[in-house]
């Protein structure tokens, strides 16, 4: 599903995915903090304007991916957020 996803905004690359021993792993590129870190370092209150952004950028993620035929339910550990210049962008 990745592979389909490359290019998308707000995706991370794979580098590597496969077996090591037992346990199945992936290698991908750390977008930044989770939505979690984001939500206790603004005090566990988000405002309606970060609200407004989240969704908006979920939106686009949405639409970003349906084409591509990868469609499902997002998790939180699948959300990652980033800070850039004031602005907050969201990696899923």
């Known amino acids: 599903m990745y592979r389909e996803l490359s290019g998308c905004v707000g995706v991370g690359r794979v ?6 021993g ?12 989770s939505l979690e870190d984001l939500f206790t370092r603004c005090g566990r209150r988000f405002s309606l304007k970060t609200t407004l952004k989240l969704a908006d950028q979920l939106l686009e993620r949405v639409d970003a991916v349906r084409p591509r035929g990868a469609t499902g339910t997002l998790t939180r550990q699948q959300i990652d957020i980033e800070d850039r210049d004031r602005d907050t962008l969201c990696f899923v």
């Open 15 to 20: 580098h590597h995915y496969g077996t090591y």
């Open 22 to 33: 037992s346990s199945n792993v992936m290698v991908m590129d750390l977008l930044g903090a």
